[in-house]
């Protein structure tokens, strides 16, 4: 791995900072333009509970739309510009966290704050560790080192994968219908 990547504090600044700039555009914004976004609103809330899927549906569906993420990070990761898409993606995610999480209170109140660690955060963090994984892994395709550390990337992926649809079928309802 990159050692480089360890050492650059710049991300330690990012996602801090993005998540700032998530949270002040939101409330700049106001809360009939949250609602309009559709961000966890009542109706979003409702129709979500109404869905009657399976486990195996949910997880096709989450399966899915993350394949394509883990892609296109894959992707980009081997382009000359991978540095500075790393970047774009840490503040990208910082941005959204900020803007997820001022909805929720602007719409909800702070107790609305335990869905975002609940049913977000935990899967949140996998694929991020596992986008971070694939930014600082250089592609040597001769490599087996480097085949085991996408290997290990794949099944961080793959855990956030899991636990996604575990909290989207198990958890995410049980709170939701609590409130």
Aim: proline share 2%; glycine share 6%; net charge positive.
């Amino acid at each position: 791995m990159e050692k480089r990547f360890f050492a650059d504090k710049k991300y330690i600044w990012l996602f801090p900072v993005a998540i700032i700039t998530g949270t002040v555009f939101t409330n700049f914004a106001g809360y009939d333009n949250v609602k309009q976004w559709g961000i966890f609103t009542e109706d979003f809330i409702a129709r979500f509970l109404s869905v009657n899927a399976s486990f195996a549906d949910v997880l096709k569906y989450v399966l899915k739309e993350r394949i394509k993420l883990f892609l296109i990070m894959f992707l980009m990761s081997l382009t000359p510009i991978r540095a500075k898409l790393s970047y774009l993606v840490c503040g990208y995610a910082g941005f959204c966290v900020g803007m997820i999480l001022s909805s929720l209170t602007m719409q909800y109140g702070a107790r609305y704050l335990l869905l975002f660690f609940l049913a977000i955060l935990c899967h949140m963090i996998l694929y991020a560790v596992a986008i971070y994984g694939i930014f600082v892994t250089s592609w040597n395709g001769k490599d087996a080192r480097t085949l085991l550390e996408y290997g290990v990337i794949a099944a961080v992926f793959a855990a956030g994968i899991l636990v996604e649809t575990l909290m989207n079928y198990y958890v995410l309802p049980k709170v939701l219908m609590k409130w």
